[in-house]
């Protein structure tokens, strides 16, 4: 997957405001994508970045179970988003199982929820002294790309 320079600077612009939790900021960043062109570029960075964070996370495809426990934590973290724990769950089975994100998620939830699922996902993981979600997330953008 090639990921494009200005979608890639609207989401982590975006991710920012998730990792900070500042739901003003996050709503304004949302509303700087310019067309549903480019919310569905965002989206389909999000879910392969959410992807990988999660198989990372495990060693492997997570199960179920596993995607439980991260909803239950994401839940409880990011509250400040109305995200409920049962929304992350779909979201993330959705992203491991490759099904359609809207099959049981509103289209309007979907931008949302991958935003701060990825945020969240990002931000939570244990990182070496000196380094952030974003030097994480340069790891996971580079992996992406070379996987093609």
Do not use: C
């Not at 200005?6 to 405001?17: F, I, N, S």
């Not at 709503?27 to 198989?55: H, K, N, W, Y």
């Not at 309007?108 to 990182?127: C, D, H, K």
């Amino acid at each position: 997957m090639k990921i494009d320079d200005g979608t890639e600077q609207r989401v982590r612009d975006t991710l920012h405001w998730v990792v900070r939790r500042d739901l003003g900021k996050f709503d304004a960043a949302l509303r700087s994508f310019p067309d549903q062109a480019a919310q569905e570029a965002a989206l389909t960075l999000l879910v392969a970045v959410s992807g990988f964070v999660l198989i990372d996370l495990h060693g492997a495809k997570p199960t179920p179970q596993q995607v439980d426990v991260l909803a239950e934590e994401i839940g409880r973290m990011e509250g400040w988003a109305s995200i409920t724990a049962g929304e992350a769950a779909l979201f993330m089975n959705a992203v491991v199982e490759g099904s359609p994100l809207t099959r049981r998620l509103t289209p309007e939830n979907v931008v949302v929820l991958a935003f701060v699922v990825a945020g969240s996902l990002l931000s939570a993981r244990p990182m070496p002294q000196g380094e952030w979600w974003f030097n994480y997330l340069d790891k996971v953008e580079a992996a992406i790309e070379a996987a093609g």
